[in-house]
């Protein structure tokens, strides 16, 4: 990603420059170097980013700016009528919703030149690929913006089958941006301008084929907004990186079976949608969103593990992993989070499996030894 952004940045007079050490003290010697005035940087909401812009503002003896951009909207202009937080999210979606959709003159166009002086140096982007051949994740802004054109362009495109075949870890039904969106490499607020003009299309169209189509796109959003919603949960209760957002279900008596973790995180468990998605995590970085309901609610409901084993274990292995949006999703599962409906929500893996994978295909796909069992079975 680095080296793709640094070619980018050349073909506009500029570049990437990479330095190592603590980020404020190796900021502060870079404005001692070129002499700048302000320092700007992207805002972010996790508790290790907060504390590392407050040590780097102390640091500079300059200013510094943070900007949007992690979030389609800031997190901190979604609240309640009271100036209150969400913490449920149907209302923060509409609310998300009520500010009206994007449009293309919300997206500013990147500057074609930039001045940059030619010191100070830095260290060399790192050469070696950082991710295994297997995971099918190209870096770079291209490879997103290429992305996000095939998942919404086109009559047929598949963002207006969302709704119906979002569920399917076996259909190729899903945008798959969200490493893209993790690292920077796409913006969600051009996710959503894209999401809109989608929703536009159908709308415009007429009909019953219409309506479906217009339910897909919509629904794409509402998965958008989910991430924003997490994103809020983070700036706003930080404590849940380490905590339940419910606090009083820090005293769960968890069983915590280490035997039962390794056969989880290895896809050994002799339940096959859980082991296919398992085995899909640690080989491609990525897994389907109704997997990732699936095992982590076999981990913490039926095996009776900690949510934070799991939430961690996805964090070293997931190419998208994202503090907001995978703490979120696992708290959400486990019942501990800002969901409604909580603790009696336990996913079935076997009946998970009829229902979205009728035909078995994502378990013959990543259970070889499966792979030829009858469909009865």
């Not at 508790?47 to 992690?70: N, W, Y």
């Not at 991430?227 to 005293?251: Q, T």
Request: proline share 8%; hydrophobic share 40%.
């Amino acid at each position: 990603g680095l080296r793709a952004l640094d070619a980018d940045l050349r073909t506009r007079g500029s570049r990437v420059l990479v330095r190592g050490g603590d980020p404020a003290e190796v900021l502060a010697q870079l404005c001692q170097e070129t002499a700048a005035v302000a320092v700007f940087a992207q805002r972010d909401y996790s508790p290790f980013a907060v504390h590392r812009d407050a040590a780097v503002q102390a640091a500079l003896s300059v200013p510094l700016h943070l900007m949007d951009g992690i979030a389609a909207r800031p997190p901190e202009s979604i609240h309640k009528d009271d100036g209150e937080p969400f913490v449920v999210y149907t209302p923060f979606g509409k609310r998300w919703r009520s500010f009206g959709p994007f449009r293309r003159s919300d997206i500013l166009p990147a500057p074609q030149a930039l001045s940059t002086p030619a010191e100070p140096q830095g260290e060399q982007i790192p050469a070696a690929p950082a991710l295994p051949a297997s995971v099918p994740f190209v870096a770079g802004e291209a490879e997103a913006k290429r992305r996000l054109g095939a998942f919404v362009s086109g009559e047929h495109a598949h963002v207006y089958e969302y709704a119906k075949l979002r569920d399917q870890p076996g259909a190729d039904a899903t945008s798959q941006l969200s490493p893209y969106l993790r690292w920077g490499m796409i913006s969600p607020r051009l996710a959503a301008l894209a999401a809109y003009e989608a929703i536009d299309r159908a709308r415009s169209k007429g009909g019953t084929n219409a309506e479906d189509a217009q339910k897909g796109a919509d629904t794409w959003l509402s998965e958008l907004i989910w991430r924003e919603f997490y994103v809020a949960i983070l700036h706003a209760f930080p404590y849940v990186r380490g905590s339940s957002f419910r606090r009083e279900f820090n005293a769960i008596p968890w069983r915590n079976d280490d035997a039962d973790f390794a056969a989880w995180c290895a896809g050994r468990t002799g339940y096959p949608i859980v082991d296919a998605a398992m085995r899909q995590l640690i080989t491609e970085g990525w897994m389907h969103n109704r997997c990732r309901m699936i095992t982590a609610s076999f981990l913490v409901k039926d095996l009776l593990i900690d949510w934070r084993w799991g939430e961690r274990f996805f964090m070293q292995h997931l190419v998208d992993g994202d503090p907001a949006p995978n703490n979120g999703g696992w708290q959400w599962t486990a019942g501990t989070g800002t969901d409604a409906a909580p603790y009696f929500r336990v996913f079935n893996p076997v009946m998970q499996s009829q229902k979205f994978d009728p035909q078995g295909a994502y378990l013959r796909r990543w259970l070889p030894e499966l792979a030829h069992v009858p469909l009865d079975f």
